[in-house]
């Protein structure tokens, strides 16, 4: 099976601009779920997804969004960047219909986004 | 929310010896307790998972104990070898989400 894919890789925006980050999930796998990466603050929750309806969110604010389409890829969006939105986004997918935070998550490589 | 404490931040021990990471948690309804791996520039991945019902588990070089009363778990890597060097996570989940301590980079020298 594949793994998790996400795109881009790197992308470099500057403030106030927005970005769209892509996740696809091991096939059959139905929950998504989102996590932000920085070196002081480790991993950090931002919210899940699963059969297309947000099931949990992390304590971020209202410009970090996200949504699934049926086939269970997931985007998720930053409005109105702000320098300390740098950092590696990750993406884990999970066989799990009860939850992430139930059984593995199978990460992807992540989006690595740099605000200038 | 749950919040999870993790120690140490870095830890370096000479081929061999044993490492020992240690977590606590603030939430009592956590009964999820994984562990993940994070080498240089690669995807975290978990190596070792425990739940609430379960004292202690083994796998190989690498045991979870976890103490439910105290709120803390511990990861104990023995026999440590320099491929072992790595970011680890520990992670605590009531049931809908992981929250993750803030990682510990270890070192293993030969």
């Known amino acids: 099976k594949a793994g998790v894919t996400q795109t881009p890789r790197y992308l470099i925006k500057t403030r106030g601009q927005q970005v769209t980050l892509s996740c696809s999930p091991i ?3 139905r929950s998504v779920s989102w996590y932000q990466q920085t070196p002081g603050q480790g991993l950090q929750f931002l919210f899940e997804y699963f059969s297309e309806t947000q099931r949990n969110k992390g304590n971020f604010p209202g410009r970090f969004s996200g949504r699934q389409f049926s ?3 997931s985007e998720m969006n930053v409005s109105t960047l702000e320098l300390g939105d740098s950092a590696l986004y ?3 997918s999970s066989p799990s219909g009860q939850g ?3 059984g593995e998550l199978f990460f992807g490589e992540g989006s690595r986004l740099t605000v200038l | 929310g749950e919040n999870v404490e993790q120690h140490p931040s870095t830890l370096s021990v000479q081929e061999g010896d044993s490492a020992v990471i240690k977590c606590t948690y603030s939430d009592s309804a956590s009964n999820y307790f994984p562990w993940y791996k994070q080498e240089l520039g ?3 991945q978990l190596i070792i998972d425990i739940r609430s019902n379960v004292g202690e588990k083994k796998d190989q070089r690498i045991a979870v104990t976890l103490n439910k009363t105290a709120k803390h778990f511990s990861l ?5 070898q320099p491929e072992d060097s790595a970011v680890y996570f520990c992670a605590a989940s009531p049931g ?4 993750f301590g803030k990682g ?3 070192l293993v020298t030969p």
């Open chain 2, 104 to 106: 510990t980079s270890l």
């Open chain 2, 76 to 80: 104990h890597i023995t026999e440590t």
């Open chain 1, 27 to 29: 096939s059959g796998h």
């Open chain 1, 100 to 102: 992430a935070g139930t």
């Open chain 2, 42 to 44: 690669k995807r975290p």
């Open chain 1, 90 to 92: 990750l993406c884990a």
């Open chain 1, 71 to 73: 086939n269970s890829r």
């Open chain 2, 96 to 99: 809908y989400a992981l929250n």
